[in-house]
């Protein structure tokens, strides 16, 4: 990968502080194996939505892959889909939706971010719902991008401007007849909503919908009040605010303020079979995996994903057997527990 490109993706924002916390947390918490509990058949299957899915992983949206591998999210979908896992596929992907459908991924979700032309955004949630998406998420931590210094430092991004296609755009691009650096400059986020806003959205159609940006255990509750389905527990991978907690340092305030009302995901710093053993033992009902997916991606395409998330499924697997666990909604609380090191 050119230096921009990596520094793109490597990097938070500030002094990436949250960025280091969402890998340092998961120190704070110990694994208890238990022993002699027949661990003959293990399964690390789940059930999410419908979609029958070989472990609780998902993969990060995240845009812009084309940067990273000529195939881009098309590639990371196939590779989702060999591996029997969920993919959320991001608004601003360089791949479009329909595209990205035909790839052979089971559970593909559209994520989104609130833009001002509401009508656009009616018009995607349309396009997801045609092309058998079966969630729609909100990302909700980008009113405004975070200060990350290393895409400073590099000024540009790729070769040139046109090295960002944004395939989801590119059919209202031909019919306004506008470029895709004009999209971006547009301002098309909107800043000004708020909680009110999720019942127009979900108004949008019958697919579930999921939040994802929550940090708190007062957001939590205002998303389950708001009828969201799916909190995701995220500090977007540390790009955002910096200085905040780690991902995994609030799951267990999310999971007690949401109370069973709506399924959780942690995302971010999700390295090790063993980080998914402790998210599930702390209430979270799947995880979400980003940047190692785009190393996977950057090194092999499709096959890359493919290989990276069938490893993280089977040593899932491996660290359950090891843990006494035959299912992986079997893990509670008594399977962790916390230290002061
Ligand atoms: C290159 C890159 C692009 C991203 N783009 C998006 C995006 O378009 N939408 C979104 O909700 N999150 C985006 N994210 C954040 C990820 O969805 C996710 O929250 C984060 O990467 C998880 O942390 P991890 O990389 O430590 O697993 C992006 C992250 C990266 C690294």
């Not at 230096?3 to 694994?31: W, Y």
């Not at 995607?124 to 290393?150: E, H, N, S, Y």
């Not at 547009?186 to 019942?199: I, K, N, Q, R, Y």
């Not at 609030?250 to 999700?270: F, I, P, S, T, Y």
Request: some cysteine; aromatic content about 6%; charged content about 25%.
């Amino acid at each position: 990968l050119q230096p921009s490109i990596f520094d793109f993706v490597a990097g938070g924002s500030g002094d990436e502080q949250t960025m280091a916390s969402n890998l340092r947390g998961f120190d704070r918490f110990k694994l208890r194996p238990r022993i002699l509990r027949d661990v003959s058949s293990v399964d690390t299957r789940i059930d999410f939505f419908g979609a029958d899915l070989a472990a609780p992983i998902f993969v990060s949206p995240m845009g812009q892959q084309k940067l990273i591998h000529r195939s881009g999210e098309k590639a990371t979908a196939q590779g989702a889909g060999r591996a029997g896992l969920g993919f959320v596929l991001s608004m601003g992907a360089s791949v479009s939706l329909e595209e990205v459908a035909k790839a052979g991924c089971n559970a593909l979700w559209l994520q989104m971010y609130y833009l001002r032309d509401r009508q656009l955004m009616a018009d995607l949630v349309a396009r997801a719902v045609q092309a058998g998406f079966r969630a729609i998420c909100l990302t909700a931590d980008v009113p405004v991008v975070g200060f990350r210094r290393r895409d400073q430092r590099h000024k540009q991004l790729g070769n040139s401007p046109a090295d960002f296609v944004f395939g989801n755009f590119e059919k209202y691009y031909k019919e306004r007849s506008a470029s895709t650096d004009a999209y971006l400059l547009s301002g098309l986020h909107d800043l000004a909503v708020t909680w009110s806003d999720l019942e127009w959205l979900r108004s949008q159609s019958e697919l579930p919908l999921a939040l994802k940006g929550v940090m708190t255990r007062e957001d939590a509750r205002c998303a389950v009040d708001s009828g969201v389905q799916v909190i995701v527990v995220s500090n977007h991978g540390g790009r955002q605010i910096d200085h905040a907690s780690g991902a995994i340092d609030v799951l267990q305030e999310v999971v007690e303020a949401v109370d069973g009302r709506a399924k959780v995901v942690l995302d971010g710093g999700v390295r090790r079979p063993t980080d998914i053993a402790i998210a599930l033992s702390l209430g979270a009902d799947a995880v979400m995996v980003g940047r190692p997916v785009l190393w996977a991606l950057a090194l092999a395409g499709a096959d890359g994903v493919a290989e990276l998330l069938k490893h993280l499924t089977g040593e899932l697997g491996r660290v359950l057997t090891l843990m006494g666990i035959a299912r992986v909604a079997d893990l509670d609380a008594s399977n962790v527990e916390t230290v002061n090191r």
